[in-house]
């Protein structure tokens, strides 16, 4: 849809990685409007498959307060590096593997009525073992997850795996 013009924008907030700004937009009929907006890094999320199974962790997670099963993710917080080494280097983090090849899926707009946050979703297979080198408290005490992919397509389905980098990189890695 055209029609409408960015005006401007003023932080309001800043904690971590993330930005909360006040913007202002003119809409078509020219009425300015104010929206505010959580700017995001960015992010990459990585679907490991070795043969018939997909690799996942479950982690607790603090704004939904209970621990998900996830495909291994990770903001882009080393300013400058390709979004193809941040998800190697995830990979290695969390769940302890490089991959042999890397294919992109999607680049995922997350949450786009309140953030810009985009997450590149691939898929790694010929994946080789190496010391897992954890980050944060949270990847600390998690719990690596395997199973088949479409015993993972299942739980999708079924609602019990509902994060939405997860359904979007297990159904699409399920579809090729």
Known sequence: MSGFRALGARTIAEEAFLRLDRATVMTPDGSPIKRVVVAHPGAVAVVPIIGDDVIMIEQYRTPVGRALVEIPAGKLDIPGEDRRDTAERELEEEIGFT???????????????FSDECITIYLATDLEAVPPRPMGAEEHHSRL??????????QVRSGVITDAKTVAGLLLAAGR
């Not at 042999?100 to 995922?108: F, N, W």
């Not at 997850?145 to 299942?154: F, K, N, P």
Request: aromatic share 0%; charged share 30%; proline share 8%.
């Open 99 to 113: 991959p042999g090849r890397l294919v992109h899926l999607i680049d995922l707009l997350t949450t786009p009525g």
């Open 145 to 154: 997850v395997r199973m088949r992919l479409d015993e993972a397509v299942e």
